[in-house]
């Protein structure tokens, strides 16, 4: 079998799969059996469709959002956080949904590598505030930050009037989690 044949098959093999993952289980009877196979690969790709909660009868009922924390030998911390789509604009949000969607997968408690990579790329890359040579980083924090949305009703409504904006602003999140920390080699 050519090079290009295998390219082909795995094409073929990957779409098909997709498509699977994206109808809903209730299609086809024994499709959450073949659904929970099929799936586990394609999260690992980052492209997993999902069940479509997000959307009715019953949508996720949570916003989150990542905080790296590096701290470096002199005491200083150095912060990223994930982007806030509210302060983006209408074409970069389409531009750059990927990065909301890899956002989302390292959030996972079950993403071990990801959250390595991550804590990796921050030590080398982020600086504390200041001038002056840059500090040694001697480890980094992963944190998810999660706020619960309200179901419609007089909570909502409650809510909406105290903060003036659904999810509030991020630094009222109640919910927060360390999800990795490692220490500088």
Same mark, same amino acid.
């Given at each position: 079998?050519?090079?290009? *044949? ?11 799969? &997709?498509? =699977?993952?994206?109808?809903? /289980?209730?299609?086809? !009877?024994?499709? %959450? ?5 099929? &799936?586990?690969?394609?999260? $690992? ?12 009868? %019953?949508?996720?009922?949570? /916003? &989150? ?18 982007? %806030?789509?509210? +302060? ?11 990065? =909301?969607?890899?956002? +989302? ?10 959250? *390595?990579?991550? &804590? ?14 840059? !500090? ?30 659904? !999810? !509030?602003?991020? %630094? ?8 990795? +920390?490692? +220490? $500088?080699?």
């Amino acid at each position: 079998m050519t090079a290009q *044949r295998l390219r082909d098959l795995a094409l073929a093999v990957l779409i098909g799969a &997709s498509v =699977v993952d994206a109808l809903p /289980n209730w299609i086809l !009877p024994g499709l %959450d059996r073949v659904d929970a196979v099929v &799936s586990r690969p394609l999260r $690992a790709m980052g492209i997993w469709q999902g069940n479509y909660r997000l959307f009715a009868p %019953d949508p996720d009922r949570v /916003n &989150s959002w990542l905080e790296v924390v590096v701290m470096f030998d002199d005491g200083r911390n150095a912060t990223w956080t994930t982007w %806030d789509w509210r +302060e983006r604009g209408f074409y970069e949000r389409i531009a750059r949904g990927h990065a =909301v969607k890899w956002a +989302e997968l390292v959030q996972r408690d079950n993403q071990k590598v990801l959250h *390595r990579a991550l &804590s990796r790329w921050a030590m080398r890359h982020l600086r504390p505030p200041g001038d002056g040579p840059r !500090p040694r980083p001697v480890g980094v924090q992963i944190v998810r930050h999660r706020w619960p949305i309200p179901r419609p009703g007089p909570r909502k409504a409650a809510m909406w009037r105290a903060y003036g904006t659904l !999810p !509030p602003p991020r %630094d009222t999140y109640r919910g927060m989690k360390v999800i990795h +920390e490692q +220490e $500088a080699r």
